[in-house]
């Protein structure tokens, strides 16, 4: 874990991002550092091309943002399959779908995974007939990552690449059916990159680059995969991608530009708003459940009498309290009924993931691991640390609060929120056992207010894009 840094340090934009892919690649069932990898293959493509020195930024920062649309399409996903979604993305992105055969048998190993044959056969032929499925779920997932790239402020180029990561160069490729040069180049370099990555990490490198050869001219470029498979004797460049413990380091040395980006504070806080969106965007039960607890919180903090560094930091945490919950199977999340016992041993899982998530990223340290314990109780019957009231500080306190308040009074789509008196008296029962008393209090004096609800109302972010996420939207100014 990195250490802390002081809040006057130089803390660069690529480090926060970086870190911050591993969440990405638990949604889309990945193995830990996928984004990463994908990264150094694709900036070494665009290196060998002789790409210049603006194109290779858009390219470095495309590559560790492809995934950001991810979380939107995974309700859709683990419902149309019936299984879970992280475990259909990644078996799926082993197939080439151009080839029917394989592709449907795929598809049928994948649906209503431990579910009888009955409902295996529904989800099967469901997939069947509406090809269109398909697509509309890639765009969903691309047109998101590409919205979510502009409002961080990165280039045009960096956003269409992302829009586009799933497009073949025969044209039988999503969104759009691009084929050919008609695909923005940054897109094609990283379908490559992602793809053999996949691959590589599945079934190393000998079938990897099979991979490419067999598909060169359908989904890749021609001279691309030429350019890759010269690599395969490169055994030295292998082990280096292999090495997981230096894999931050070394994307960290490939960032373009004579000097580092910094990640401002104005920065920061775009990508924790961004990031909440991500974590937001996985269940449609929680539509804004972390821009509200952060705003909850920060509003509790301020009324308790904390200062601006303090309610900065419980902003962040707010955001990014659930990002573990990137790792839970949406199976689990969407379920209308009661959950298992063992389902709740995988949802009880994710604040050690936003844990190990946060504390990846050294301007996070300070809090990551208060912002992970939201679900821990005074008497120490939280989970899933089942931490005593001595261990708790300051943030865990008021997020715990905020959490469970927003959840009681949110609307969700099998439900109306509680009224706000109704929610307080039920959070009343656990003042003092699950809940810090002064802190509680402080939150219904705001509750009653309507301050909280006014909050709700706008969605409590300086950034509303973030979640509206129009079709085209201006981008902000571009990062420089």
């Not at 829009?163 to 691009?178: I, K, Y």
């Amino acid at each position: 874990m990195p250490a802390a840094v002081r809040r006057d340090a130089f803390v660069r934009l690529a480090e926060v991002i970086s870190a911050l892919t591993y969440a990405l690649d638990l949604t889309e069932g990945q193995r830990p550092g996928h984004t990463l990898r994908t990264a150094l293959i694709a900036m070494r493509v665009g290196r060998e091309l002789a790409l210049d020195e603006q194109a290779l930024a858009a390219l470095y920062y495309a590559a560790l943002l492809k995934d950001s649309g991810c979380s939107s399409n995974a309700a859709r996903l683990s419902a149309l399959f019936g299984s879970d979604d992280q475990r259909v993305k990644r078996d799926m992105r082993l197939v080439d779908w151009h080839d029917r055969w394989k592709l449907a048998m795929r598809t049928a190993r994948n649906c209503g995974i431990g579910r009888n044959p009955v409902a295996r056969l529904s989800h099967f032929l469901r997939i069947a007939r509406t090809p269109s499925m398909t697509r509309d779920i890639i765009q969903t997932r691309c047109e998101r990552g590409a919205q979510i790239a502009l409002v961080l402020g990165f280039p045009l180029e960096t956003s269409e690449a992302i829009g586009h990561v799933d497009e073949h160069w025969c044209g039988l490729g999503h969104p759009a059916g691009l084929a050919g040069d008609e695909i923005p180049l940054l897109s094609r370099i990283l379908l490559l990159a992602q793809t053999v990555e996949v691959q590589w990490s599945e079934e190393g490198l000998t079938t990897a680059m099979a991979m490419a050869r067999q598909r060169r001219g359908r989904w890749f470029e021609p001279r691309l995969v030429d350019l890759l498979t010269t690599w395969q004797g490169d055994h030295a460049w292998w082990r280096m991608l292999a090495d997981d413990e230096a894999l931050e380091s070394r994307v960290l040395g490939l960032e373009p530009g004579s000097e580092p980006l910094q990640a401002t504070d104005e920065r920061v806080d775009r990508i924790a708003y961004a990031f909440s969106a991500v974590i937001d965007a996985k269940t449609p039960f929680t539509a804004r459940h972390s821009t509200n607890v952060a705003s909850f919180a920060v509003c509790i903090a301020g009324a308790m009498g904390a200062d601006a560094d303090t309610r900065r930091d419980l902003l962040r945490g707010g955001l990014l309290h659930d990002i573990g919950k990137l790792g839970v199977s949406n199976r689990i999340l969407d379920k209308p009924g009661r959950l298992t016992d063992a389902e709740l041993v995988e949802v009880r899982k994710h604040p050690r993931w936003s844990k190990d998530i946060l504390g990846r990223v050294a301007a996070f340290h300070g809090f990551a691991a208060e912002a992970s314990q939201h679900h821990e109780r005074l008497d120490g019957t939280g989970y899933p640390w089942q931490l005593s009231a001595s261990q708790l500080g300051p943030m865990a306190r008021v997020l715990a609060v905020a959490d469970v308040y927003e959840a009681l009074t949110a609307d969700r789509p099998y439900r109306a929120g509680l009224p706000v008196g109704s929610a307080l008296d039920l959070m009343r029962r656990d003042r003092g056992t699950a809940f810090d008393p002064a802190v509680f209090d402080a939150a219904a004096v705001l509750a009653e207010q309507g301050t909280f609800a006014a909050l709700a109302d706008t969605g409590g972010t300086p950034f509303p894009d973030l979640h509206a996420m129009p079709a085209r939207f201006a981008p902000v100014a571009a990062v420089a």
